[in-house]
């Protein structure tokens, strides 16, 4: 990315309006402007610009970015760190197992008592149905409350890095890679993109970026085909959501019952497994009553059900199906790869590997999302600040 | 606060003599002369004050601080990270989990690999009597070693992030948080301090807080009073010298046998429970033996004998008690809250709740308190530094 | 350090062609030339000069040091993380039980996935015979396809913490401590180091220690012995390796069966335990399967065989018979020490306690080593970089 792009970049920046993203947590896409999201997607691109040009982002000299992950996570754990690091936060991650979180603490009491000089905290929790987004809210509203009360200097922001409803570091790297892959957002005016069930030899896959697709991509006038095998739905509302939305974009909406149908035409293909949302309410409810015997039992019963849809695999056959057989295959990996980390997954090893590259460019944004999430919140004037540190030019590696 | 109000701190700061804290380590607050702690008290406020006007007080480029923490921990551990992020330095956690520590290393061996390019060390290690204190001297005592025969480029400050006989972070944040709700640290004279045991379902609290409070507070003239059920006696020196102090200071020093005698008329109240002496020596050679009937045993019987004092509970009715029924209630949280963390605890829902958003205030004075510590022992001339870097206004955040 | 010796040192650096480590490994001494591993000496003393002057070495304003530890470590770990903040790097941790890496992920998908904004990649992995080399050139190779297929930003340099072959951090600053202890490279020629076998109540320790000190040691004109006792051979090839390189180097490599023969008139001596390289590829063999029984079948057969070599301790007596009974002991600790970390084992207490500091200083070099790889392979020309570096003079501490 040359310096005529980036200035490029930084003017449509400044034609969003993302005044009101000042001190605001990024909880849920679809609590976010167009405009915003624009902000976003402009702001990662910048951020990746100035690294490219090694020009500095960092906005602070010192300070906390803390991590919460209720959740196994490595990549959206890198992207964290690295956006933390980026922007000049040193990371401290809040591991429960060695603190005094169960000792009686309520959550206002830790979400205050481990901000004292933070700037963000960002979390995934995405377990049990009902609960993640929720308690990200309750850090939320204690985060306000503290600030209010002058117990915080200041006001930091929470970053969703995946809950029960929305995956919003992901889909938002998913758009931009799709959007840098057919050379802007316009150009996805139309596209169609398949989001669909695969098969997976497990099973308590989270639903959250299934929901978190079709929540962001119905907003942009695109085609959006979801599909799944009976009694895999989602949460019935972010289905509805995405319904209108589609229609308010000038795009469509349908859902399909099977992988063929989806595929047919489609540009971009998302192929990926989710447990069932009753499932999930019925393993939330075992969970919470501890009853091991019940979740093995629900596991044994799902993973048996699975293995009725263990057909529902992103072949060459199912591709050949899409627009000029060259859609875009997307995941957010891990993928499931049939005959590489399990006998039958969600994709098969010729086409991941077709698209394996792809894949990890698709990854690649969601440090630079995160960091633009944080950037956004942060800084009252982000325009200026951008067009201010690459005027400034301050090398990121003194010596390249 | 404003600049006239930081630059008063400042001429007050440098009236204290502080010279020899340099390259000195803070294991107890009775160790330090008056001087010293004020320097502290007013260093760590100088510190916040140039927070809320975004000036850096970052005086290390590079470099590491350590951490051990011998038992769990969530606001010093963060209050650890954000001194350290403050002015500087990257945090390293000593995990003695994932280290060779058990692999027939010596403790003076250890000081010394972990301090190749490290400041400051801070230690939680409050499991055993008679060893936290001790074990943070040895490392000081190997990291002196370590320097005066040139393995180590400078002598890194041992902090004491709570042992078996005080706990001087957790205490100074206490006193700075008194000062400042009662408009400066001469207000405290005379004010009467309730110090007193309190109901927990929990066993083998640690000693350091009610013997740190009472080897803190008796040094300003107040009233302390320290009030514990028959056999929860503390390590009894701490007693001695908080009584000795009082006397010394102009105040007085009293034991009772209640919370109300205790309360009576106090100003402040800090009601929180402890495992009395006796049970923890015999917790301390069990735990040594790996004794685990024992152990069980002892927490049986000490749980047991906890229940005869369930009416120790901080509450209403108590609280009227106190000066104009208005005394500021404090704890270093968490705190068992009675029908909120547990059946019956150290104090009712309403009484926390009136004062919960104080003990937040109270807690919030720890990363500046830890970070005041660390200033003290690795600059020379703080009060010239701080004067300088003020005037130089260099900003933590770059665009707020 | 004064600055005329740290410009001698740097005119000796800039005479060193180390043109070729800008973006490689450091994996093996033995792939590297003797200027660059000249230049890895003389940079890690610049840095470290630079220290004790106060001048800031950091060279990043953010980015990442991603370590991945799959054995214990205390000191490379502390190493690692005091060279990455050193040069202006926070380090992230890949800490497997934390993350998806178990959860079908390949090691090429997880090297891209914790790269986006990495600098280097420093492992660990020292368990498993024929694997652990093999996985840091597994996460090269990911590397070098991510960054040529633009996944990437820069190829991130991967720096060997320790594996199942050769420990180069360790050996290079063995290296250094000799070269320091007997005041220059060249005063190493001629001179006697024997890297012996000796007795320790464990088992199952890496042959990495005595093959990479044998690897390296070669090259300089020593003459090095190895002694070990029947049947606790080294992987064949780093035998025949330092044999010729004893060769092409002008000095000797002798196969010992005794310590006696090797301690005598020795200059250094370096007695470590390790396993037999049979008992390795069998326990290789046995961990692959997760034989426990057969593990534990080997390790009851293996430390009964290590008892019949219990009088291989290095002490006074064997000492006596070095070079004016004043050979350098040295060891990469911890050590097991006769009557202080076990009944017998690999040093007596005497012994040990008179090199105790000399085995700190010895430790001591390894965070500048490991800085010096990491610098010499990320900025393209070091000894302008040192230079300019040194004469801006940007203070590390900014007020000591």
Redesign the interface.
Same mark, same amino acid.
């Given at each position: 990315m040359d310096s005529n792009q980036i200035n490029t970049l930084i003017k449509q920046f400044q034609a969003q309006n993302t005044a009101n993203m000042f001190h605001k947590d990024f909880l849920l896409t679809w609590e976010k402007t167009g405009d915003e999201l624009m902000g976003i997607l402009l702001c990662a691109q910048i951020l990746?610009g100035m690294?490219?040009n090694n020009i500095?982002?960092?906005?602070? /000299? &010192? %300070?906390?970015g803390?991590s919460i *992950?209720r959740d196994?996570? !490595?990549?959206t754990?890198?992207?964290f #760190?690295?956006a933390? &690091?980026?922007?000049?936060? #040193?990371? $401290?991650e809040?591991d429960e197992t060695?603190? $005094?979180?169960a000792? %009686? @603490?309520?959550v206002r @009491? !830790?979400a205050?008592?481990?901000s *004292?000089?933070? @700037?963000t905290i960002g979390i995934r929790d995405d377990m049990y149905l009902g609960e993640g987004n929720t308690y990200m809210r309750e850090v939320a509203s204690a985060l306000e409350e503290?600030f209010q @009360? %002058?117990?915080? =200097?200041t006001r930091p922001t929470v970053v969703n890095l995946q809950c029960d409803i929305d995956h919003p570091t992901q889909t938002m790297a998913d758009l931009l890679h799709m959007v840098t892959y057919f050379g802007g957002l316009k150009n996805l005016k139309g596209k169609k993109i398949a989001m669909t069930w695969a098969y997976s030899p497990s099973y308590g896959k989270p639903l959250s970026v299934p929901q978190g697709v079709i929540g962001l991509m119905s907003r942009f006038g695109m085609e959006v085909s979801l599909a799944y095998p009976e009694g895999y739905t989602l949460i019935s509302d972010t289905v509805d959501r995405a319904r209108k939305q589609s229609q308010e974009s000038g795009g469509t909406f349908t859902l399909c019952s099977s992988m063929e149908e989806a595929f047919k035409d489609a540009d971009m293909v998302y192929p990926k497994s989710w447990a069932p949302y009753g499932v999930m309410e019925e393993r939330t409810e075992l969970l919470k009553k501890k009853d091991l015997a019940g979740l093995e039992e629900l596991e044994k019963k799902c993973l048996e059900n699975n293995r009725k849809y263990v057909d529902w695999e992103c072949n060459e056959k199912l591709m050949a199906e899409t627009k000029r057989g060259k859609a875009l295959y997307m995941h957010c990996? =891990? #993928? /499931?790869?049939t005959g590489?980390?399990?006998d039958n997954?969600e994709v098969s090893k010729e086409v991941f590997g077709k698209y394996?590259?792809q894949t990890?460019?698709q990854?690649?944004w969601?440090?630079y999302i995160i960091a633009a999430m944080i950037f956004l919140s942060?800084? $009252?004037?982000?325009g200026? #600040?951008l067009s &201010?540190m690459i005027k400034k030019g301050?090398?990121? &590696?003194?010596?390249?």
């Open positions: 990746r690294r490219e500095s982002p960092k906005i602070f /000299d &010192s %300070g906390l803390v *992950f196994k996570s !490595t990549r754990r890198f992207s #760190a690295g933390a &690091s980026m922007l000049g936060l #040193a990371v $401290q809040l060695k603190t $005094q979180v000792h %009686g @603490e309520t @009491e !830790t205050n008592m481990i *004292f000089l933070t @700037e503290g @009360e %002058g117990v915080l =200097p990996l =891990p #993928a /499931d790869i590489v980390s399990c997954g394996r590259i990890y460019k990854a690649g969601k440090p942060r800084v $009252q004037n982000p200026e #600040a &201010s301050k090398p990121r &590696s003194l010596f390249t």
